[in-house]
């Protein structure tokens, strides 16, 4: 795997990332070719305004697909990168490397919370999200202003609010969200 060192930023919530996530299929006896060839087109990528990081991913079994990651601030660094003379010239030079993209999927915003790593199925109705998301929330909600409210309630409601948006988004990231999209896993892909 690699990683670009860029920093962390904000989690994926509806805050307008796009993640995109590509399977390719590298015919037999040409993975190297391939995977310099992803190196490069994903260093190129990271190059770009408000590209967030990436991934390349080797096969889970021996002739299985590769998945290249991208994450991107926003809709606007998205299609700057899908429109740019580099990443054209990229495909322009792919042949002979023997590989073929089979699947390709856009996540934005909180899609990336009920993506099952390594399918292609669609992220379930927004509905569902906005359902799922609230009973996550509330139990958190509710949890962290009887335990921090008390501590908290004489600093200046700004000061209040970013503590509050700190721990509650962390804890909906690693611990609520993953949890409630198991718990409700049948439900969100029916």
Avoid at 45 to 58: N, Q, S, V
Wanted: net charge negative.
């Amino acid at each position: 795997m690699a990683i670009t060192d860029t920093p962390e930023h904000t989690v994926p919530a509806d805050n307008g990332e796009v993640n995109l996530l590509i399977a390719r299929q590298v015919e037999p006896g040409h993975e190297e070719t391939f995977e310099a060839w992803a190196h490069g087109i994903l260093e190129t990528a990271a190059a770009f305004p408000d590209h967030l990081g990436y991934g390349l991913f080797r096969p889970a079994t021996e002739g299985g697909p590769w998945f290249l990651v991208h994450r991107f601030r926003n809709e606007a660094a998205f299609q700057r990168w899908q429109d740019s003379a580099e990443r054209a010239q990229w495909f322009s030079n792919c042949l002979g490397h023997h590989h073929t993209e089979i699947a390709r999927r856009e996540l934005h915003g909180m899609e990336t919370w009920f993506a099952k790593p390594g399918t292609t199925r669609p992220a379930p109705p927004r509905w569902k999200m906005a359902v799922s998301s609230g009973l996550a929330i509330f139990p958190i909600s509710l949890a962290g202003n009887a335990v921090l409210g008390p501590y908290l309630v004489d600093l200046h409601f700004v000061l209040r609010t970013a503590a509050f948006a700190a721990v509650f988004s962390t804890l909906m990231t690693y611990l609520a969200m993953p949890a409630v999209s198991r718990l409700l896993r049948p439900w969100l892909t029916k």
